[in-house]
T-cell receptor, first 111, second 118 residues
Framework: QKEVEQNSGPLSVPEGAIASLNCTYS??????FFWYRQYSGKSPELIMS????GDKEDGRFTAQLNKASQYVSLLIRDSQPSDSATYLC???????????FGAGTRLFVKA | GAVVSQHPSWVICKSGTSVKIECRSL??????MFWYRQFPKQSLMLMAT?????????EQGVEKDKFLINHASLTLSTLTVTSAHPEDSSFYIC??????????????FGPGTRLTVT
């Protein structure tokens, strides 16, 4: 079992729709959770971090965390073509920096 | 967010030569820096973790004598690919971690260095 699992996609949504990206993790000791966006040929860019159960909203992005289910998700509202990228889920245990990345989900937003 | 720079952004070298890549945290002190490698259409693979002033910790399968990492200051880490081979051609990305103002440490990525070995 991979430590961080994501559906590789591609996930295709029409412009203006909600894109829902999901991630599961295996280590129950994980305490910090991150979503990164990576455009082709570029390095990852941190877009959301979440540390406690529930929802965290930032603009059009909402991260959701459920530690009991070992599940973290990212919702993108009013999706735009510029949101088309690979989204990486990342997980970290307490007390360290080592971060485990999922393989990423490719998102296409059709105009 | 914090700013992390890398230099060079791309480099082409001949097989058998060595290449040094620099990673700098520009507006914060990075207690820890990470080096990743990413092959086309694959995810990030952590190569090693370095803490300022101490030896790097390499991930399983990464040759420490081939990928030399130096983290001499809180703002600079270098990765040297020694005796490069064509299979070392990849996108190398560093990231730096340090305390943010809000909560737990976050990791910020440099723009990456594309290495091509001919």
């Amino acid at each position: 079992q991979k430590e961080v699992e994501q559906n590789s996609g591609p996930l295709s949504v029409p412009e203006g729709a909600i894109a829902s990206l999901n991630c599961t993790y295996s280590d129950r000791g994980s305490q910090s959770f991150f979503w990164y966006r990576q455009y082709s040929g570029k390095s990852p860019e941190l877009i959301m971090s979440i540390y406690s159960n529930g929802d965290k909203e930032d603009g059009r992005f909402t991260a959701q965390l459920n530690k009991a289910s070992q599940y973290v998700s990212l919702l993108i509202r009013d999706s735009q073509p510029s949101d088309s990228a690979t989204y990486l889920c990342a997980v970290r245990r307490t007390g360290g920096f080592k971060t485990i990345f999922g393989a990423g989900t490719r998102l296409f937003v059709k105009a | 967010g914090a700013v992390v720079s890398q230099h060079p952004s791309w480099v082409i070298c001949k097989s058998g030569t060595s290449v040094k890549i620099e990673c700098r945290s520009l507006d914060f002190q990075a207690t820890t820096m990470f080096w990743y490698r990413q092959f086309p259409k694959q995810s990030l693979m952590l190569m090693a973790t370095s803490n300022e002033g101490s030896k790097a910790t390499y991930e399983q399968g990464v040759e420490k004598d081939k990928f030399l990492i130096n983290h001499a200051s809180l703002t600079l880490s270098t990765l040297t690919v020694t005796s490069a081979h064509p299979e070392d051609s990849s996108f190398y990305i560093c990231s730096a971690g340090g305390p943010n103002r809000v909560g737990p440490y976050e990791q910020y990525f440099g723009p990456g260095t594309r290495l091509t070995v001919t």
